[in-house]
């Protein structure tokens, strides 16, 4: 990952998104397309699509640690922030969905075998719509660090994923959020198959103390910005791990 940092830097074009072919995550061998792209009718794929209003929405889905009727154990906190376009201007009423290991670094999924405890009283999924300002809040548990195979001792920094709709399902962008000074960033390739730093960086969630409850939750604030040369980076245009 360093060599392909230094040629990059060396005189690269500007990169701000994952890259779809990068070596170190061994799967975007397998994953990403090989043959050009085919032309469809939009509006078909609109006729297969779910559809979401305000009604679908409970607003105690945004809280991921009431989910199953007992406290999950792990660090409660609070995870809030605005999604916007490129000018800054507010992306309203905006379906958010996340998803995320629990404490321990596992998914309440069948394929996920990390020997690491279930929490019977967390399911790790949430969803929300953004106000009228974008703005989005959720209040869930911080996530575990956990292994993933793509190499020896190999081990995910610990994130949430974020999947955002637009008015279509065709809109739909994914997404991952990171945690501050996190050790496992330099050896991750998933997090470094944007080779742009500052690209990067735009991943991190900030703590912010004026997000945290007494004796309750910790805080930590993140925007998604979905276009222009800020933009988040995401993963419409490679595939990330479960």
Not at 24 to 36: A, F, G, I, N
Not at 227 to 232: I, M, P
Request: proline share 9%; hydrophobic share 35%.
């Amino acid at each position: 990952m360093a060599d392909l940092r230094e040629k990059w830097a060396a005189g690269g074009e500007a990169e701000f998104q994952p890259r779809r072919d990068y070596p170190p995550y061994r799967s975007t061998l397998l994953r990403h397309p090989t043959k050009e792209p085919q032309q469809v009718d939009p509006e078909g794929v609109e006729l297969w699509a779910p559809c979401f209003g305000h009604r679908d929405v409970d607003p105690l889905e945004a809280d991921l640690t009431i989910a199953r009727g007992g406290v999950p154990q792990g660090e409660r906190m609070v995870v809030a922030g605005r999604v916007v376009d490129g000018e800054g201007r507010p992306v309203r009423h905006q379906l958010v969905e996340i998803w995320q290991a629990n404490a321990g670094g596992r998914y309440v999924h069948q394929r996920d075998q990390h020997p690491a405890p279930l929490d019977p009283f967390f399911t790790g999924m949430g969803r929300c719509l953004t106000d009228a300002d974008g703005n989005y809040r959720f209040t869930t548990v911080k996530p575990g660090p956990y292994p993933w195979r793509n190499h020896h001792n190999a081990w995910r920094p610990a994130h949430i994923h974020f999947s955002l709709f637009g008015t279509e399902f065709t809109q739909r962008l994914v997404t991952q959020m990171y945690f501050p000074g996190d050790p496992l960033f330099a050896l991750d390739p998933i997090y470094q198959s944007i080779v742009d730093e500052d690209a990067r960086a735009r991943l991190v969630a900030t703590y912010d103390h004026d997000l945290t409850t007494h004796e309750w939750a910790t805080g930590y604030r993140w925007d998604v910005v979905l276009t222009g040369t800020h933009r988040t980076p995401t993963e419409a245009d490679t595939e990330g791990d479960a």
